[in-house]
Antibody, heavy 122, light 111 residues
Framework: EVQLVESGGGLVKPGGSLRLSCAAS????????MNWVRQAPGKGLEWVSS????????YYADSLRGRFTISKDNAKNSLFLQMNSLRAEDTAVYYC???????????????WGQGSLVTVSS | QSVLTQPPSVSGAPGQRVTISCTGS?????????VHWYQQVAGTAPKLLIF???NRPSGVPDRFSGSKSGTSASLAITGLQAEDEADYYC???????????FGGGTKVTVL
């Protein structure tokens, strides 16, 4: 059974940093691309970042590029999101998700974790 | 404001058919970028319903179907059931934004 378990969320002050982790199990992690998607309270889904199976290709939403960094450790079956210079508008549930090999026009996210809440507030 | 436009809400009685539209443009759906659909029941993570316009992952009932026409895609739910009450999102790639975009979401209410 595919399982994705996020951790690392919490309360952080504006300007602070946080690192999210996603522990994967139930599939061959090294052969799948991975993603982060967020959802602000009461709002819709927003794609954040994607990384290919071997970390060769990395993509970010334009609005986040430069502040967020995605990484993947295939030896530890783990996905990470380093978030710097956090703002109130980054407050959201952050979901880890899996995807097949990235072919941009066909790519989708098949399995999702339960999410980790990040709250940016003073 | 998403580049993929969905109606905020649709409703139907049990057993009825409802459709949800996802209207895009020449930089996403119209550029032959695939559309995928997700169901999110309140308080839970999104679940993949349809990928590649019309394909259902195993375990998804055939009451859910997807289609595409021009710069729009649609999700149809036939034989509406109480458990279908949820938010539904479309997803596609946008070549102008160089990233993946979700529609704003549609809340389905079973009357």
């Amino acid at each position: 059974e595919v399982q994705l378990v996020e951790s690392g969320g919490g309360l952080v002050k504006p300007g602070g940093s946080l690192r999210l982790s996603c522990a994967a199990s139930g599939f061959t992690f090294s052969t799948y691309s991975m993603n982060w998607v967020r959802q602000a309270p009461g709002k819709g889904l927003e794609w954040v970042s994607s990384i290919s199976s071997s970390s060769t290709y990395i993509y970010y939403a334009d609005s986040l590029r430069g502040r967020f960094t995605i990484s993947k450790d295939n030896a530890k079956n783990s996905l990470f999101l380093q978030m710097n210079s956090l703002r109130a508008e980054d407050t959201a549930v952050y979901y880890c998700s899996r995807g097949p090999d990235i072919v941009a026009t066909k790519y989708y996210f098949d399995y999702w974790g339960q999410g980790s809440l990040v709250t940016v507030s003073s | 404001q998403s580049v993929l436009t969905q109606p905020p809400s649709v409703s139907g009685a049990p057993g009825q058919r409802v459709t949800i539209s996802c209207t895009g443009s020449s930089s996403n759906i119209g550029a032959d970028c695939d559309v995928h659909w997700y169901q999110q029941v309140a308080g839970t993570a999104p679940k993949l319903l349809i990928f590649g316009y019309k394909n259902r992952p195993s375990g998804v009932p055939d009451r859910f179907s997807g289609s595409k026409s021009g710069t729009s895609a649609s999700l149809a739910i036939t034989g509406l059931q109480a458990e279908d009450e949820a938010d539904y999102y479309c997803l596609s790639y946008d070549s102008r934004l160089r990233g993946w975009v979700f529609g704003g979401g549609t809340k389905v209410t079973v009357l």
